[in-house]
């Protein structure tokens, strides 16, 4: 089945920019979406189909996906985007077709 | 706006069932299907299945079938989730979630935690 890689935690200063990967075979033939999850919270769309935003996500939130490798950029890092981050996609080859990757840790330094 | 909300906390001893549900508004019930998805405390998301609130029609992970029946009732656009012979290894918070057809999950319910324990 298809297999998401995430970095376990990545930590930036206020002011700075986030970069959270999410690798895949061949990721960039997908469409790749990122949630945000808050402790005690549902998860929150924060990107769709690569790179764009729901309404109401700030623009500092943006998406890429390329070769074996989507990210999600985080400009102008707030304390509040503090958060668990996870990228998903829809296989069809998959026992569960909505894979998840394992998850980030984003801390605000 | 765009609201799921799902059903309050269980406790269920170990062999029992729990159903779960999901009432939605804001939007056309059948134009998108409803995903669910768990969560064990401190763990990552796992996909259970979904379902198309217009057909009926289901699919579910290979872990859970045989043990998970989703359902709807469109004429008080709720979506249900029922997991049977429940063991503590269910214990987690179960989310459903509306999205297009084989994507993502564009909007969430709240969660319901179902604690199995003898």
């Known amino acids: 089945s298809y297999v998401l890689t995430q970095p376990p935690s990545v930590s930036v200063a206020p002011g700075q920019t986030a970069r959270i990967t999410c690798g895949g075979n061949?990721?960039?033939?997908?469409?790749v979406h990122w949630y945000q999850q808050k402790p005690g919270q549902a998860p929150v769309l924060v990107v769709y189909d690569d790179s764009d935003r729901p309404s109401g996500i700030p623009e500092r939130f943006s998406g890429s996906n390329s070769g074996n490798t989507a990210t999600l950029t985080i400009s102008r890092v707030e304390a509040g985007d503090e958060a668990d981050y996870y990228c998903q996609v829809w296989d069809s080859s998959s026992d569960r077709p909505w894979v998840f990757g394992g998850g980030t840790k984003l801390t605000v330094l | 706006q765009v609201q799921l909300v799902q059903s309050g906390a269980e406790v269920k001893k170990p062999g029992a069932s729990v159903k779960v549900s999901c009432k939605a508004s804001?939007?056309?019930?059948?134009?998108?299907?409803i995903n669910w998805v768990r969560q064990a405390t401190g763990q990552g998301l796992e996909w259970m299945g979904w379902?198309?609130?217009?057909?009926?029609?289901?699919g579910y992970a290979q872990k859970f079938q045989g043990r998970v029946t989703m359902t709807r009732n469109t004429s008080i656009s709720t979506a249900y989730m029922e997991l049977s012979s429940l063991r503590s290894e269910d214990t987690a918070v179960y989310y459903c979630?509306?999205?297009?057809?084989?994507?993502?999950?564009?909007?969430w319910g709240q969660g319901t935690l179902v604690t199995v324990s003898s």
């Open positions: 061949n990721i960039g033939s997908k469409s």
């Open positions: 804001g939007y056309t019930f059948t134009s998108y299907d």
């Open positions: 379902m198309n609130p217009n057909s009926g029609n289901t």
């Open positions: 979630a509306r999205g297009p057809f084989r994507s993502y999950g564009l909007n």
